[in-house]
């Protein structure tokens, strides 16, 4: 069984910071890449930043140059630094995972339960 467990969300004023974290727990043989995605209320959920696991990294052009996403591999943990925050910005918040478990030859795509950003003054 895997766990994907999101935190970090919160009330933030525009032009404020917030810092996610996504922890990643169970029987994993190994995970590859690792992201966040995002969903506004009435629009489609988004990528917004995933980072492989030799640390290639790939942003929204809307985030790009404001969010930063990195991992600690041995604590299998990725996080986003969100700074500049828009209003826009505002969404529920996803990490995603892809993995492999131990005891199976495939791979899974695993999903937190999503945090609320919020951005507003």
């Known amino acids: 069984q895997v766990q994907v467990v999101e935190s970090g969300g919160g009330l933030v004023q525009p032009g404020g910071s917030l810092r996610l974290s996504c922890a990643v727990s169970?029987?994993?043989?190994?995970?590859?890449?690792m992201g966040w995605y995002r969903q506004a209320p009435g629009k489609q959920r988004e990528l917004v930043a995933n980072i492989t696991n030799s640390g290639s990294t790939n942003y929204v052009d809307s985030v790009k140059g404001r969010f930063t996403i990195s991992r600690d591999n041995p604590k299998n943990t990725v996080y986003l630094q969100m700074n500049s925050l828009k209003p826009e910005d505002t969404a529920v918040y996803f990490c995603n995972v892809h993995l492999r478990p131990v005891a199976i030859t495939g791979t899974l795509d695993c999903w937190g339960q999503g945090t609320q950003v919020t951005v507003s003054s």
């Open positions: 169970g029987y994993i043989f190994s995970i590859y890449t």
